[in-house]
């Protein structure tokens, strides 16, 4: 009898293994599908190096929302469209340009003659330029707000630089970014509040060059949009050390201005759920990047690997028991517009959507995944990383979602996931023309394709 | 009374959780010592911009150790010494060239006539040149040494052109090199039993480009030694397909050989030991490189974080109780040597070297620190992970070690381990041109550092 006890247990062992083995086996497949016919990285080249920037409102964007339908349904997708929302239309409006003139001693006496020299700078996104004729005014250093604060009297008619430094010592560099990016967004209006005549912000960035990163500053309606622009590290280290040493005036030009809000679109590819229709997983990055660049890792990256699971599930012949969605979003970078269509749409629809995932770190070798769950779920969720691991995703941290899919989470509580690449190199290129094709490695852009469509499938395969 | 009893436990807790607090600190003042002071970077830019390649015997190789020795001393080393060895003197010997004639179809009729087509080469290293005039002869394409064993009678007079393709679908990049790496090194001698006049390979690669790979090739003294050359992807793949539709012939020129042996070194840096100076830790990587490139990741990058380890323990003020020595090995591409007579040289003197670990996997993002220890030290290794993971080592394996400390291990038993950073980019550039400091990220580099001496640190005060 003892024997017969057990039996039922080494049944459901029995069940386990085989259906670990199954998955296991499935997963192999589906990287091996990406590892030698993907198409990812061909996609990525013809989206950056054909298309190129792709700001919302942009010719760009219009086309590669048009590139990517064509590739959502060359990919294999039941049904593919385009999900029409309202998009901000900021404009650079012309070249961003400007010049430092400081006063340096001549040789051999102690009289000051001006010198000149030209700042690679950007004009920050969202920004206000300066009209037809240059910002001209002293630079007055702040090292951060506390600074500012202490030197409010002295901000009025001048050009506030916040020689703000990129925390090296973070090894998470998003934290160094979070940190650092509030000089960006709030920078403006903080310095406007006292009369500033514009603001310079210090990349948030530790690259070695000297390529400035934009990225969007948010004005505070209470003050005056005053111009303002980033500059490259070693500009910015330069401009700190002339002005520890005497006046420094910088004429700045942009021509930054918002048009009248457009049409824009979120490009959606479906595969239709064979057993539970109704249960939707989205997995998606932003079609939209800025316009100084190519925008290779933010976030044709997530974008090219969105379509590249699609790919691969057709490919080898996946039917999906639950309907997934693959989403290019239209409006990350200025608006978040496409992902609030999104969530919107799918609010008044009555979609069920049991899981997102966004891949928007750039196109890096993937190290973890990240999970906004409940605990029980995370618990689930948790016992496939034995699965995973071995292509990369070593790590399943809590906490995990993306901008685009955030609207989905508030508005139904949706869980969200997020694919987390090694985050060393994104601050180097994010945001600054150095964000291009060749930036990419083909091989780490498909294994973050490999890891998000792995743990796609088994949340498909046992739900969530 | 029964207070009592717990009490030493809680002693016992509280001191561990001290050591934990202590080491975690001390882990992050060298972290934060290399990732915002670090010389790494600027070491290796030096290193591969002022030096370039530097294969055992050559100029490079003796401009590199003067450098490493001034490097050791200004980084802060007790002694700084040069370990003299004889090594192994290839000369690539002038430029390779070869060129590839094909029949093709002339349009609008059925004859043939000759095309030709310049094939970008490099001569694998160990190889014996063509001799003045070139090798000319018909190719015959295999994809395998099944294939030449299939094929053995036709391979008398011919090139043979081993067309093995590395395997993308390993994500671990080091078993698809093991895996086609025979073919480099025997593939020569396994034709040249069959009469075979030369032997081409594709290079060990997954890159998108069509630069050639060489390496070292191993000849079998049975056998005529026959030129022996790589050649990119894109030239590999077009061969192929010519050679499939017609006939190819293949004219080969190197002028490869070998020079009497010279005189190298091991440039050796000490920090002696407080407590325990006789029991010794090495870290190292190896100062030599091929000479078609500029050895960044193969191996400057281990050299520059071996002295940086050295550099930021100083900075720090770290006294280490044991006594840490850090070794730039003398010639790991063609012969050992170096490493050979460190371990000799340890043996005769009876040092007790209780633990050594190399970097000689590039300077890529690190990912998980590699041991190969008996059981009971790999435990007490792996207590250290959550102290490590932080850093970027979020594994420890079973099984680490170098071709360098090899000697070490096989001769004194010594517990080895390596530094295992992301291996997706190393094949790109393996013993390619494109192996240049350019190609090295330096928070990526810096990071390799820290983990190194994270764990040098902790097997330093607690003993292995």
């Not at 409102?57 to 999900?83: I, R």
């Not at 691991?389 to 508005?411: H, M, N, S, V, W």
Request: glycine fraction near 12%.
């Amino acid at each position: 009898m003892k024997k017969w006890l057990f039996f039922p247990l080494f049944v459901m062992a029995g069940t386990a293994i085989c259906a670990q083995q199954e998955d296991s086996a499935m997963i192999k497949r589906i990287s091996d599908e990406i590892l030698t016919h993907g198409k990812a990285y061909e996609n990525l080249r013809h989206l950056t190096k054909k298309i190129g920037g792709r700001l919302a409102g942009s010719g760009g964007m219009v086309k590669a929302e048009q590139w990517g339908l064509k590739v959502m349904q060359e990919s294999g997708a039941d049904k593919a469209w385009l999900q029409e929302c309202m998009v901000p239309h900021w404009v650079r409006g012309g070249t961003d340009a400007a010049e430092a003139v400081y006063t340096v001693p001549a040789t051999g006496t102690k009289n000051m003659i001006p010198k000149k020299k030209g700042l690679d700078i950007v004009a920050l996104g969202n920004s206000e330029g300066t009209g037809k004729s240059a910002v001209k005014a002293d630079v007055l250093v702040v090292n951060s707000f506390d600074e500012l604060e202490s030197k409010k009297d002295q901000v009025k008619g001048k050009i506030v630089f916040y020689n703000y430094k990129f925390n090296d010592t973070y090894v998470q560099t998003f934290l160094a970014y979070r940190d650092a990016g509030q000089y960006r967004g709030q920078g403006p209006s903080r310095a406007a509040k006292y009369g500033a005549k514009a603001v310079i912000v210090r990349s948030m960035s530790h690259a070695a060059d000297n390529n400035p990163h934009t990225g969007a500053t948010r004005y505070d309606s209470a003050y005056a949009k005053i111009p303002a622009v980033a500059i490259g590290l070693r500009d910015a280290d330069w401009l700190s050390e002339q002005a520890a040493k005497g006046i420094v005036k910088v004429s700045l030009k942009t021509n930054g201005h918002f048009l009248p809000d457009t049409i824009g679109h979120n490009v959606i590819g479906e595969l239709k759920g064979s057993e539970y229709p109704g249960e939707i997983i989205v997995v998606g990055g932003h079609l939209d990047s800025w316009d100084n660049c190519e925008g290779a890792h933010d976030d044709g990256a997530g974008c090219v690997q969105t379509m590249e699971i699609l790919r691969a599930f057709k490919a080898i012949g996946y039917t999906p028991k639950r309907t997934i969605r693959f989403v290019l979003f239209a409006n990350e970078e200025n608006g978040l517009r496409g992902g609030n269509k999104y969530a919107e749409e799918a609010k008044a629809k009555g979609e069920k959507h049991i899981f997102a995932i966004e891949s928007d770190a750039g196109g890096f070798t993937p190290r973890s995944l990240g999970f906004t769950l409940p605990d029980d779920k995370f618990a689930k969720v948790l016992q496939w990383k034995p699965l995973i691991a071995p292509y990369g995703c070593t790590e399943f941290q809590k906490g995990g979602g993306g901008a685009d899919i955030g609207p989905l989470a508030r508005t139904q509580g949706t869980p969200t996931g997020s694919l987390n690449p090694d985050s060393q190199r994104y601050f180097d290129i994010h945001h600054a023309r150095s964000d291009v094709f060749e930036a990419v490695n083909k091989r780490e852009l498909e294994l973050g394709a490999v890891n998000m469509a792995a743990i796609i499938y088994l949340i498909d395969k046992y739900g969530l």
